[in-house]
């Protein structure tokens, strides 16, 4: 990533910038932990606080619990508008921005549920409101660590390009990235949905201090990774694309000539179109109550709340896909042997014909060793945070390499 843009960060000290890079994984650590956490003496971690206070870096909280010397522990935060960051999400052919602070607090969204057909129109849309956001909060250029954008398909985040996106299926093959630095004037990092999913679930939700973890991301059949502290993405950045595990021997052929692959016997996208298309005929189904105004497409969340409220076709419909679901979990934890895997949230609202199935297939883990054992259960961030998973990717791209003790 190209920092020399930046004028916020004591990029020449790498002690500091350990500390700042501590403090973003970790708001709240107070000085003892830092020291503990780097390995340092209090004295040392003292020094360096002090001078980043000092220099309006850090912010001190409140004092919280007393310390075993019996202090009162202070915890330290980064200053709140020390940088910014950007995210976009493509998703459900529409786009949303968010741009963050340095506390990942979330200063404004905006949404764009039209865009154009092809790219690059469909990308300078976004790009343009981008730039009227940072003008009109007349956010420093040198203080904006950069944009994240998140898009499925299949992408090489080294490069920005995108060879296919169901976001953009009018076009193949073209650089994302490189079109949104060229308009903005800032470092781009592209990434796709699941591994962005997997990163905001270890920063911030169920999946911190978590050592090793898989989010199967639905309906997309991908698979975000963090292995051994580490999100994983593969050498060119395309692991995890579980739709193409070959779990039957019958179906339709895939795109790289291969039957029986998961997203091609059982895709998700039957489910809600199905759906979609029985509510043209009976606007009464239950899950019609879980459309927003214009909206008509359904999707999986709403079918869960449906079914959450006794909806027993949509019962049927979702346990069916879940039989598959739950083949292809086996087989990954087998493979990768995670802590945990993490479905998307929605399942929380059906678990009885989405987590429930999977648990009961992964008795077959293990079964010849009860030592092993993996846990199923429900993510606490999904597709609705896309934007946000997105802007703190440059951010980790900035500090990861600060990160001490392989924080």
């Not at 790219?119 to 203080?143: H, K, N, Q, T, W």
Request: charged share 20%; proline share 6%; with cysteine.
């Amino acid at each position: 990533m190209d920092e020399s843009h930046l004028n916020v960060f004591p990029f020449e000290n790498r002690s500091l910038m350990q500390v700042l890079a501590l403090l973003w994984r970790f708001p709240g650590f107070s000085r003892f932990e830092i020291a503990s956490r780097m390995g340092q003496t209090s004295v040392s971690a003292v020094k360096q606080v002090n001078r980043l206070l000092g220099d309006g870096l850090l912010r001190e909280g409140t004092a919280g619990a007393t310390g075993s010397r019996g202090r009162r522990m202070i915890p330290l935060f980064l200053r709140r508008d020390l940088f910014y960051c950007v995210g976009v999400a493509y998703n459900r052919q529409e786009a949303t921005v968010v741009l963050v602070d340095a506390s990942g607090t979330v200063l404004e969204e905006k949404h764009y549920p039209e865009l154009p057909a092809r790219f690059p129109e469909r990308a300078d849309v976004v790009i343009e409101g981008v730039r009227e956001m940072l003008r009109r909060r007349e956010i420093p250029y040198a203080a904006t660590v950069g944009v994240g954008v998140t898009v499925p398909g299949i992408l090489t985040p080294q490069t920005g390009e995108v060879a296919f996106s169901p976001e953009f299926a009018e076009d193949l093959n073209f650089n994302l990235g490189k079109r949104f630095e060229e308009g903005i004037r800032l470092p781009v990092g592209v990434v796709n949905v699941p591994h962005a999913l997997a990163f905001l679930e270890q920063h911030s939700g169920r999946g911190k201090g978590v050592n090793s973890f898989l989010y199967f991301d639905l309906p997309g059949y991908g698979l975000g990774m963090v292995l051994n502290g580490k999100p994983y993405s593969g050498t060119q950045g395309r692991a995890g694309e579980c739709g193409m595990m070959q779990i039957y021997e019958h179906g339709p052929t895939g795109i790289d000539g291969r039957i029986g692959t998961l997203s091609t016997v059982v895709p998700f996208y039957k489910l809600t179109d199905r759906l979609t298309e029985m509510l043209k005929e009976n606007p009464n189904l239950m899950v019609a109550k879980f459309l927003k105004p214009g909206e008509k497409k359904v999707t999986l969340p709403m079918i869960a709340k449906a079914i959450r409220e006794g909806d027993l076709l949509c019962a049927q419909l979702m346990g069916e896909q879940f039989d598959a679901v739950a083949r292809a979990t086996v087989n990954l934890a087998y493979i990768l042997n995670p802590d945990v895997i993490f479905l998307p949230p929605w399942t929380a609202d059906c678990p009885e014909v989405s987590i429930d199935i999977v648990r009961r297939q992964m008795g077959h883990y293990g079964a010849y060793q009860r030592s092993m054992s993996t846990k199923i259960e429900p993510a606490q961030f999904g597709k609705e945070d896309l934007a946000l998973a997105a802007s703190l990717m440059p951010i980790r791209n900035c500090f990861e390499k600060y990160y001490p003790n392989g924080c």
